[in-house]
């Protein structure tokens, strides 16, 4: 079980981007993340009229590890740390670390 989810709403800690948030569109398997909008980088294409495909710069969102990200806190609107932990029923949740609330309910 990953800590940082599709979906998840994070805060980027280091690199150029950092203290700017968006929502994870995929986790990579050699942990990175794509976070939509953010770590872009700009690329030429070449056109292929078989394809369909136009040419030009096309930018496009690059991984980041996931270590670089933290998990956004609604309470204290901040990125925060999350652990494990098992409910009564031997449920497995996430949790923040700062606050001991529980992410998925």
Known sequence: MNKIRKGDDVVIRTGKDKGKSGRVTQVLKDNKVLVEGLNQAKKNQKPNPNAGITGGIVVKDMPINISNVGLYN??????DRIGFRFLEDGKKVRYFKSTNENVDV
């Open 74 to 79: 609604p309470t204290t609107k901040k990125a």
